[in-house]
Structures are given as C-alpha cells and as structure tokens.
C-alpha cells in the first residue's frame, strides 16, 4: 500500500463520535452500519483531516463536509454557498451553534498521515474558532474578520486539496463533470468510460461533451441526451469514473455508494473502482446501506486477488454499530473474512 | 445478537429448520435464523482458537459487542478415530480448552451430538418404519464393520429428501431446543453449562 493512504484514525468529539478509533484500512474501504452510526461523518472527518495541511483548505472542508447537512447549523438562508455567509452564520447563530456543536469542546481528527485539532469557543465578543493543523502553529481566536481577510473575497472560490474528493449522493454538477472528464481523455480513457455505460445500458453507446454539457448517444434515439436527462445509475457511473480519474493518488469518499445503481451492474462498478484505485493508486471510501451491494464488494474482490488482477490485501470491510455503552463501535474485516461472511449469509449491515 | 457456532452446513441447515420451527411454535422470536449460525468447516476447526474464523471474524465481533451470547454445537464423534478430541469426556475438554484460548467474556454454552450429527438425524427422521429398514440396510451392507458411522446412510437419506421431515417432537431434540431457546432470552449472568 502506499505511504499517503490512511490506515488508522481516532476522532474525538465531532458529530456523533465521542472517541472513535478504528486500524485496519486498506486501499479500498467499504463502510455499512444502521442509520445514525456515523458512516458519513466518518467519510466528513476523513474529508477534513486530509485537508489540514493548510488552513484555507482546512476551513473550506469544514464549510463543504457540513454545509450540505444541517447537523451543525441551520444552512436554509444559505442559497449562495459562500463561505464568508457560512461563517457569518456560525458567528451569528449562538444558540443553535451552541445546541449542536458542543461549544468549547475540542475537536480532534487524527490519522496516521494528518493531525487535526479544532474548537468553536464563545467568548464575550462572540464566537472564536481556534485550530492546530498539521503543518502549522496553533491559531487561537480566529474572528470573522480574520476569515474575510484570509479569503480577501464575499465570492471566493471554495478551494480544497485538489486530491481529495468527498462525493455526496447528489453527485457532481456538469462543470465539475466537465472539468474531471479532461483527466480522462488526458489518459485515453474515454473508450472504457463508453465499455461500462453500455454494460449499464445497452442502449448507450457513447459519452461526449458538448456545448459544456454531459452527454450520452442513445441508440434508438440515434441522438445525444444530456446525462441529467437519462437515469442516476448512470450518472453515479459517470460521476464516479470522471472521479477517480481525477484524483490520482488522492482519495475519494463516496457516500451511499449503491444509490442508483441497479444490483446486477454492481460487480462491474466494483471492479472498476478496484482496478482504476490500483491503476491511479486512490484510496477510496464508500459508505453503503445495501447488503447487495457488500457482497458484490466482496465477491469481485476475491475474484480480483485470485486472477491477480489487484495486490493482495488491498480490500477492508468496516462494520459499524454500537457496544453496550452506546458508544460507537466498529470492525474491520479483510477480503478473506467479508467474503467469507457474505457467503454464509451472515448479517454484515451493522448491529 | 447470538451466535450459533456449527461444524459444517449439515448442522447449519438442521438448527436452521429447527429454530423456524421454535419460532412457529412463538418459542423464539422470528429473525434471518440462518445469518446466526457460522459454520467453521469441521469439528477440528470448530475447536482450534487459532482458527481464522475466531481470529478475524468471531473475537472482533464479540469484543465489540456485537455477538452478546454463543451456542457451540459440535459431534461427539469416536475415540478411535481421534483420542484427542473425540469422545464424550475428550469432546468437553477440547472445548474447555477452546474458550480459555478464546477469551471471551460473554454468555457461552454448547451442546454435543452424541456419536454424530447422522446418527441423530436418521434416528429422529418423521417416518419411523423407515429408521427400521435403515437398519436392516446398514446391517445388510456391514456399513458398522466397514464404516463405524451412519454418515453413507444419512448422505443418501440426505440425498433422496433434501428437505428431510425432522421429528422435532421427538423427545432426543429436547436437550438442544432447551438451549436453543435459552440463547434467545435476554442475557443472563450464566455462563457455561453442562451439556
């Protein structure tokens, strides 16, 4: 496995997890548990742990792994996205801030690769966010104004680790698909994104660009449709292939992997996510609720390290639930054991 | 959740069949019955600590509470074939030995087929008048002077009904629905018991 993958992480007092510690990832790592375990707030820790090596980066992963749920703060006035208006609400909303967000507690997200510390303490002049990264010095009492200063605009573009990707089940927008699809036609990659769109649908047999949209030629059609306009099992394919193109020896967390996608075209999504995260040296993180879907994962993987198509132990299964102090709680299987477990029918979704 | 141990998928079907049958019987509540047994793949598996299945499968999940109480059901099987492990009193210290290695600090119990699974089955089959004529057959054939078990009988048994008619009134199931049902009641401070 490569040096820049994460292999361990403990996450102290963020969201749901009080103390978390998990060992064990590999270079594909698939995530199940019940509702409220906390697989996407793994996926949003992960997210900003790996962006805390610089402080812009930092803040705007902050602002983009929770501004699309409303687990911190109520975001409904926030139609724009800025994160100056993200900000403004953190120092505005007290009460809110204070209910949600353990106010003064401090935050830790540390993994073998970053460490990240963080707190959003009230003061008598108001919320101050303080924070220690990896490569820096402790910033204590940062203020509004320092964080305009630090973004200069109202407008600024929201700048993250280009390497990192957190993908919500909403998927990408066209510009952004636009933007990853250059990587691969960098690559020549185009004819393998047309192979698994047709395995996924006969009926499509290419996908192109134009005029800055998305599109696929539908054979009885005999016309390009604009991917918006055809099902999410292929847009999820699209948007995850453009991905993993584009974050080459980086890391993609995609949450709630199987949405859209129908069971019998799962092995194939495997497979290429396992293949190109080899291939692009990615790690990759998925969260799923379906059973199916884990022993697809299980099943190609074995598969793959039999025909040594992949290196061995590349592949983790992470269970989540809760002990019996209601704590947070997680196991991590090799290939071995999670195709082992799927192949007698064991209960893998969690407990 | 619990777990039923098992040494192979004859067993798994069998504890199978008859937890739906407790179930019907609203002695157990209804659940995926077969996502609570594992089988190990034989007996010297089932009592090896080392095993794969314990190290990577069984003890993580115990230790993160996600198994909260287990039930080991294995063959006594014949001294003569392994005097380590075989016979009633070799069976019960192998087993001992198994859950020091293991460590495992919740509710275990177990139950030991006496001679073997197939001797069980074919002696507990629905239709009676066909035990008798097993008999005779095994006699006939000298399956005992060949083979000192019922295992080529109970395959063909097996093989004839895939979905055999268990006497699961039969009072020799009694030990075993005793300890089928005490594994789905709420956790008690019991630990091991007797066969």
New interface residues.
Partial sequence: MSEHFITKIEIKNFKCFENFKAEGFKRVNLIAGKNNVGKTTLLEALYINANGSDENWFLNAIFKATRTRDNFFVFNNILSGSIIKFYQTLFTIKSRAIKNHQLNNSNEILTNQKKVYFSFTEKFTGLQINYQLDTNKYKENVSLATIKDLFKSDDVLLRTDENVLLSRPIGLNNETINEYYGEVQKLDREDELNTILNYFDFNIEKFKIMDKEPKVWIKTLEDYLSITQVGDGVKKLVNIFVSLYRVKDGLLLLDEIENGIHYSNLDALWRLIINVAEEQNVQVFATTHSKECIESYARVAKRLEEEQAVEKDSIAFM?M????ENQI???I??S??IY??ST????IRG? | MVKIIVEGDGDRNLIEELLKHLAKNEQIPKYNFQSLIIHMGGKKKLLNGNDTKYIKILTPEVRNDKIKKALFLFDCDFEEDDQKCNGMDNSKKCFEKLLEKLKWDIPVDYHIFDRNLDYFLIETIKDKECYEHFDNLIECLEVERIKPNKKPIAKLYKDLYPYPKFDFEDQRFEPLKTKLTNLFEKETDDNITSN
């Avoid at chain 1, 639930?321 to 019996?324: C, E, L, P, S």
């Avoid at chain 1, 007698?344 to 209960?347: A, D, K, L, S, T």
């Fill in positions: 269970e639930g809760r002990n019996d709680s997680s196991i299987y090799d071995e054991a082992e477990l007698q029918n064991q209960e407990w």
